[in-house]
């Protein structure tokens, strides 16, 4: 069976400093992977997709990038984090041409 | 661009039936996905529609109207563990796979 793992479960960071979110997918091979942030009050809200390694798409134009330097490892990156970033980041995969997609459990980013 | 829409709250009685709506204006369609989200928790899969009608999963059930640009979430039997946030998404056109979400339901199943 499929699983997704994302890292670190919480994280508090100060204005300005960088970011660096890990997600990794295993018992599969090329599934799609996204990044998700969900804001108080706020609906989920897709940053980024990538349907094979090294290839990212941009939803959403802001200060967050995103690589995927392995088939199963999406990373979520700033360099310099704003107020607005703090939210619940949450990595999803599904299969190639299916699309219900499984979410793994989160980041909770705090930016101070 | 997509336009999805759902009531902000809801509250329900254990033992009851409750529906929780969902419109949506899209520039193309091809699927609406139901999640369950419990609070500080990620969403969890429930359910995908892309034909008109109902499908049924257990105490679960969902509707789709493509005409209509409506869908509902049918829950059964209620529980206190069905206290949580609903989520319906839309699969449009463009993109792989991707989906745009509404900003949820939070249904509250009282005793």
């Known amino acids: 069976s499929q699983t997704i793992h994302q890292w670190p479960a919480t994280l508090v960071q100060p204005v300005g400093s960088p970011l660096s979110l890990e997600c990794t997918v295993e018992g599969t091979s090329n599934p799609n992977l996204y990044w998700y942030r969900q804001a108080a009050g706020r609906g989920l809200q897709l940053l980024f997709y990538s349907v094979g390694i090294g290839q990212i798409s941009s939803e959403v134009p802001q200060n967050l990038s995103a690589s995927r330097p392995q088939d199963r490892q999406f990373i979520l990156s700033s360099k310099k984090l704003l107020l607005s970033d703090s939210g619940f980041y949450l990595c999803?995969?599904?299969?190639?041409?299916?699309?219900?997609?499984?979410f793994g459990p989160g980041t909770r980013l705090t930016v101070t | 661009g997509q336009n999805i829409d759902q009531p902000t709250e809801m509250t329900a009685t254990e033992g009851a039936i409750v529906q929780i709506n969902c419109t949506y204006q899209?520039?193309?369609?091809?699927?609406l996905f139901w999640y369950q989200q419990h609070a500080g928790e990620a969403p969890t899969f429930l359910s995908y529609n892309v034909l008109d009608g109902l499908e049924e999963k257990g105490r679960f059930s969902s509707f789709l109207s493509r005409s209509k640009g409506y869908s509902y979430l049918l829950l059964k039997e209620l529980q206190m563990k069905d206290s949580a946030s609903y989520l319906c998404a839309v699969r449009g056109h463009s993109g792989y796979s991707t989906l745009t979400f509404g900003k949820g339901t939070m249904l509250l199943v009282s005793p």
């Open positions: 999803a995969w599904s299969l190639a041409g299916l699309w219900e997609q499984y």
């Open positions: 899209t520039s193309g369609f091809n699927g």
